[in-house]
């Protein structure tokens, strides 16, 4: 049977082999442990990060959409706003009934 590593044991390797900038086979070789095993920890703790934390991405997906959005409209109603002449109809209306009587 294989040798068993502890939770921190785990969590630690797979810290070193995302954040070190030293090869897997380096902290492998290093921590005395076979290099498959550690790329393991590493796939299934990128696969247990997407699984816990999709609400949190959701959300801040979701807030950063809602104030794109909101720049955006805003964005959108100050040509229209501009366009309203002094008399508080649109150019647009002014240039439209001036043809109307061409």
Wanted: net charge positive; glycine share 6%.
């Amino acid at each position: 049977m294989g040798q068993r590593y502890g939770v921190e044991f785990k969590r630690e390797a797979v810290r070193l082999a995302l954040t070190s900038g030293l090869t897997r086979k380096q902290i492998s070789a290093d921590l005395g442990m076979g290099f498959s095993t550690l790329n393991k920890w590493v796939e299934q703790s990128r696969h247990d990060d997407l699984e816990s934390r999709p609400y949190e991405d959701q959300a801040k997906e979701i807030s950063r959409l809602r104030k794109e959005n909101r720049i955006l409209r805003e964005e959108r109603e100050i040509p229209k706003k501009a366009a309203v002449s002094s008399s508080g109809r649109r150019n647009v209306d002014i240039l439209m009934s001036d043809k109307a009587w061409l």
